[in-house]
């Protein structure tokens, strides 16, 4: 018998053969599945793109010329004469004149428009658009302020290969991939020579990659440099070009590619990279940015042009030679291109957005109606109430306002800014550092908000009959009372004052006078009113909550007073406007919400005794930064031992709240007047508000009277002062200044005459 190979060897090869042919069979048909359950349908988790609120132009605007051209340049336009094309903008005169981009908004797209601005004493004053004779404004796009994204933080502006310059198509494949058009997904004979570079290093120096290579790398695979992970590659780019034509990979491949890092954000994709080093569309990139764009694919860290300019010019002018080599660009272009500067912006803002703690809050009110996976996902397109303007002058009030009252650097603060008549937040300063996404103190930061809370006592009082002239008793608690609530208050200043004017207890602030008033009122009385504000947290009922010994946020503090601020009527602050899908299509709008109004007469009189605060009370020193005849209501707030400092108010047009104080809850003597009224004088100054006027509602009407006593006075009381009533509620007795008791009814028809008289 002639020797061999023995049958059941031959037999067990044969089986280990079939074996790892099926297991082969079956990791190519996995790894198939995985190429085109990705690859199909919704490629990319894209980020939901944030937005502040569009630039509203019409007659009367409070906008100068020199912030209009901050916003345009801002959101990309560009100087040119004779505005050649939508996006750009030129002086004429001195006004402006400028062309309008389409943009999709929630409500609507918004085509191209020529328009002609002028501009008298600091305001437009006249909007012409072209062919529009009636037209009463235009809207300039919003700002893009950031994104909500996946935990990888990828971000991406899509773009569609047939808005691809073909300029910038031709160099990729120069410099990547000169065969792409003629591969099936991999090169063999580079890969050889990759393989042998690879074991002679023995390391993996050298890829050898096609354009579908990479992109499989970056789109499936991890960052490893191992064979396994090589073979992976090469078998992957294989079933995709099987799959899937040339101009769909380099479309996906345009989109992919990772092109450098703005802080934790990472940037792909040409589009997003346009943007990114030179704050323009690619559409409108020339022959050297388009070159930069591809020099940087080699290594985005290594060439950045911000950092290694003399790298990454180096890397360009080398492109520029392969394009001209190619035949892309002449010779004379090429020299044009290559004598061009980098052109490279200023490094934009960093990290995820410039305003964390306002897309915090947009996003904690997003997921009322949107899942998490949709924000960092879906590629919504969010737009929101943030005005970039309000928002700076926010940021430069703290940081001022904190450097002069604690140079040392150990003190936190919070500030909002909301639109009076809207409840629209305008501005949210969540620390020190604006920039820094850390502990939101606007939104988190809930703490002992001290005499904040008064109004609202107040306010119950005065629907409950009491006047602002009512007398008030600023004196301790008797003995017995204190023992039985376990607590003996005192005012700030060491002092009783006695009988007192409700207003006036407000203005000064008298803890004696308010916890006398909370007792008769009962603490119940207080919550309801509360909660009727806005604040719908639970809150302790205890005799302490007249004091304002409740924790509450700088947020629930801008709900209770943008109330206050809207006559009555409880208007939630809110963040979005509206949202639309990637496609632009809308999805959402979030119109102007008012809950159950308040009693509009007793809210007119306690913002009456809030202006008095301004005025002559607690927060007179709001005088340094802002003009009195503004008339600004506002309260001052500080905690025990002075670990808190607050303030609250309004003007005409905004509402606003500042807090400072320490993360560490340290008492540091801190005081409302001193250390957060600064914060919120300094950014409110920076805003030019309006007059506060509010309009008396019916049943209201304004007797003189005599503050000693809360009585009628005349001309002959050297003390009066005039203040409104509701009806039913007017003093029917004079004071003994103004004769005593009440006259017969011819004196009281003369007394009445001159009480009006000047």
Request: hydrophobic share 45%.
């Amino acid at each position: 018998m002639k020797a061999g190979v023995p049958r059941h060897w031959r037999r067990g090869v044969a089986v280990l053969a079939l074996l790892a042919v099926t297991a082969l069979g079956g990791w190519v048909a996995w790894l198939d599945q995985q190429v085109q359950s990705a690859f199909e349908g919704r490629r990319w988790a894209l980020p939901a793109q944030v937005y502040a609120r569009p630039l509203t132009l019409y007659p009367g605007a409070p906008i100068s010329r020199k912030d209009l051209e901050t916003h345009l340049e801002a959101v990309g336009y560009r100087r040119a004469a004779g505005i050649p094309r939508p996006g750009t903008f030129e002086r004429l005169g001195s006004g402006l004149r400028l062309h309008t981009r389409a943009f999709a908004f929630w409500d609507g797209v918004d085509a191209p428009r020529r328009v002609v601005l002028a501009w008298s004493g600091g305001r437009l004053e006249r909007v012409s658009v072209q062919g529009e004779p009636e037209a009463p404004g235009v809207r300039i796009e919003p700002r893009h302020i950031g994104g909500i994204f996946p935990a990888a933080r990828e971000d991406r502006l899509l773009v569609r290969l047939q808005d691809v310059p073909p300029e910038l198509v031709g160099a990729l494949v120069a410099v990547e991939d000169r065969e792409f058009f003629r591969h099936h997904g991999v090169r063999p004979l580079a890969i050889v020579r990759a393989a042998w570079a690879n074991l002679r290093a023995g390391r993996v120096v050298q890829g050898g990659s096609t354009l579908t290579q990479q992109l499989v790398k970056n789109f499936y695979l991890d960052r490893r440099r191992t064979l396994g992970r090589k073979l992976k590659e090469a078998v992957m780019a294989l079933l995709l070009e099987a799959h899937y034509d040339k101009p769909a990979i380099l479309e996906a491949y345009l989109n992919e590619i990772y092109l450098g890092q703005d802080g934790a954000r990472a940037i792909h994709g040409f589009g997003l990279a346009a943007r990114f080093y030179f704050g323009r569309d690619l559409a409108d990139l020339d022959t050297a940015r388009l070159a930069l764009l591809v020099a940087l694919v080699k290594g985005p860290s290594y060439y950045d042009p911000r950092r290694h300019p003399e790298r990454a010019r180096a890397r360009r002018d080398w492109v520029i030679e392969r394009m001209r080599a190619d035949g892309l660009i002449d010779d004379h272009q090429a020299l044009v291109a290559r004598n061009a500067p980098l052109g490279v912006v200023a490094r934009p803002r960093r990290g995820l957005t410039p305003y964390p703690a306002f897309v915090d809050l947009v996003r904690r009110q997003l997921r009322r109606d949107y899942r998490e996976s949709d924000l960092t996902g879906e590629g919504l397109r969010i737009f929101t109430t943030l005005d970039p303007t309000v928002q700076a002058a926010a940021e430069v009030g703290v940081r001022e306002g904190l450097a002069a009252v604690d140079p040392q650097g150990h003190l936190q603060a919070a500030l909002l800014v909301s639109d009076r008549a809207t409840g629209e937040v305008l501005a949210v300063v969540g620390g020190r550092d604006p920039r820094y996404p850390g502990f939101n103190r606007a939104l988190d930061a809930r703490r002992p908000v001290g005499s904040l809370i008064k109004p609202a006592l107040y306010l119950a009082a005065l629907e409950a009959g009491y006047t602002l002239a009512t007398p008030l008793r600023d004196a301790p608690l008797p003995p017995a009372e204190a023992r039985a609530v376990g607590w003996s208050p005192r005012n700030y200043d060491g002092r009783a004052h006695g009988d007192v004017p409700l207003y006036r207890a407000l203005a000064h602030s008298y803890n004696l006078a308010t916890v006398r008033l909370g007792m008769e009122l009962g603490v119940d009385r207080l919550v309801e009113t509360l909660r009727r504000l806005g604040v719908h947290r639970e809150l302790p009922a205890y005799p302490a909550l007249f004091l304002g010994a409740a924790n509450l946020s700088p947020l629930e503090i801008l709900q209770m007073y943008q109330t206050l601020a809207a006559e009555g009527f409880p208007t939630p602050p809110k963040a979005v406007l509206g949202v639309t899908d990637r496609a632009g299509r809308p999805l959402a709008r979030y119109p102007l919400a008012v809950g159950d109004p308040l009693e509009a007469k007793a809210v007119f009189l306690v913002t009456h005794a809030l202006q008095a605060v301004v005025r002559e009370g607690t927060g007179r020193a709001l005088a340094r930064w802002l003009d009195p005849s503004l008339a600004v209501a506002g309260k001052t707030g500080t905690s025990n031992d002075g670990r808190d400092a607050w303030f609250a108010g309004f003007t005409g047009d905004k509402v606003a709240v500042a807090w400072v104080g320490g993360d560490d809850n340290q008492a540091t003597g801190l005081t409302g007047a001193r250390h957060a009224l600064p914060l919120w004088g300094r950014t409110l100054a920076a805003l030019h508000p309006q007059p506060l006027e509010p309009v008396p509602p019916p049943g209201v009407e304004w007797v003189w009277v005599d503050p000693a006593g809360g009585l009628r006075a005349d001309r002959r009381c050297p003390e009066r002062v005039r203040l409104p009533f509701a009806q039913g509620t007017v003093p029917s007795d004079y004071a003994p200044c103004a004769g005593g008791a009440r006259p017969a009814l011819w004196r009281r028809g003369w007394n009445w005459l001159r009480e009006r008289l000047p």
